[in-house]
């Protein structure tokens, strides 16, 4: 009887609960499957056929039935947390009206406004948004921006949808350092180099006018420009360091800088290390040829 509880929790994924269990086997079979460790008892009356984090979230689920995963381990589920690692107790959240838990593996929260819950990979997680904004104070200061970075570009969600959760979340921690950067994702800052420059460098009365990741459309493809002055007509591009110093990635850069120009737009672009360690100069450099171009522009024949 022991194989067909074993096979019976593979096909539940290895993850099932006592009283789910019991509608198909006797006590002692769970009992001494349990003691002679061919079955984990990894949360009260939640049973595993392994205890690693993936499996542990699914018992989470499991045993509570009225909550989703929250903060990394929602990060996770999205595929958001990068090189982080979700580490101690599952977290996880719910409505108002229902328990905390006092199991120590698991941490829930409650929320008097209940939480948007999707599936995700079969499991239930926060909706997008509340997953970045819960994870902020989870993640190292200099990887709390990344989320978002990586999921506004991808088209997974926008920097007002952001916005729009986060006043509704009403007061939560690093909640101005959050508005701040999804606003400047709204606005079009799409990479941490982007919002360097945007508040280190072109943070400038004359430089704050341009259009952040602005969209043109070259023969049958759309680029889109890190920051572009219209009336100008120049693009500036801020060039990651390892991606745009590829010999490949520098001939498909010259072959656009060559259609933009074929169009009338002049492009100059500042490598990671300029930005950092001469934010004076790219600025400085920005204006005179803002300058030049306005120069340039205004001979052209009507």
């Avoid at 606003?183 to 943070?203: D, T, Y």
């Amino acid at each position: 009887m022991r194989r067909d509880l074993l096979a019976w929790a593979a096909r539940h994924g290895g993850v099932f609960t006592r009283a789910d269990a019991l509608t198909r086997f006797a006590p002692h079979i769970v009992d001494d499957a349990v003691q002679d460790g061919a079955i984990l008892r990894v949360l009260p009356s939640t049973y595993a056929l392994a205890n690693d984090r993936d499996t542990l979230r699914r018992a989470a689920l499991a045993h509570r039935p009225d909550a989703a995963l929250a903060a990394l381990d929602a990060l996770d589920v999205w595929g958001l947390l990068g090189d982080q690692r979700a580490h101690g107790p599952i977290r996880m959240v719910t409505g108002s009206g229902h328990r905390e838990s006092t199991v120590p593996q698991l941490r829930i929260s409650r929320r008097t406004n209940p939480p948007t819950v999707v599936v995700r990979a079969g499991l239930r997680v926060t909706r997008l948004e509340e997953t970045i904004i819960d994870s902020w104070p989870h993640l190292p200061p200099i990887d709390r921006r990344a989320p978002a970075l990586v999921a506004v570009p991808e088209r997974r969600t926008t920097g007002a949808r952001l916005l729009d959760a986060l006043a509704a979340r009403g007061r939560v921690t690093g909640a101005a350092e959050m508005r701040e950067t999804f606003g400047l994702v709204a606005a079009g800052c799409h990479s941490p180099l982007e919002l360097w420059g945007h508040e280190k460098v072109f943070s400038h009365g004359e430089l704050r006018r341009a259009q952040c990741q602005a969209r043109v459309r070259l023969g049958s493809r759309v680029v889109y420009l890190d920051r572009y002055y219209a009336d100008e007509m120049l693009a500036v591009e801020l060039d990651g360091a390892a991606y745009h110093g590829a010999p490949q990635q520098r001939e498909r850069d010259i072959r656009r800088d060559a259609a933009l120009a074929a169009r009338g737009i002049q492009t100059i672009r500042f490598s990671h290390p300029r930005l950092f360690h001469d934010p004076n100069g790219v600025r400085a450099e920005t204006l005179e040829v803002l300058a030049v171009r306005r120069r340039q522009l205004s001979r052209r024949p009507a």
